[in-house]
């Protein structure tokens, strides 16, 4: 971020997921929406979009085990 940004850093890392995804985490998630209503805001029925937010949620646990499973191996390697 430049010296110039206003916007405040992201709490996930959004590299693999797709804008769908990260829209399902941010409607359901930070804003609360039931699937029926984040689902007709993407356009889905809440049953596709249930669908949307589980692998979204999914993909986000498994790239936090990774990471930490990692720091754990350099941390017992030092």
């Known amino acids: 971020m430049s010296s110039n940004?206003?916007?405040?850093?992201?709490?996930?890392d959004l590299k693999g997921f797709t804008a769908r995804q990260y829209a399902a985490l941010i409607l359901r998630d930070d804003l609360g929406y039931s699937y029926e209503r984040a689902g007709?805001?993407?356009?889905?029925?809440?049953f596709a979009f249930r669908e949307l937010y589980k692998r979204a949620i999914y993909k986000h646990e498994t790239k936090t085990i990774y990471a930490n499973s990692n720091f754990l191996l350099q941390q017992k390697r030092s």
Do not use: M
């Open 5 to 12: 940004d206003q916007s405040t850093p992201l709490k996930l």
């Open 40 to 46: 007709r805001h993407l356009g889905i029925n809440r």
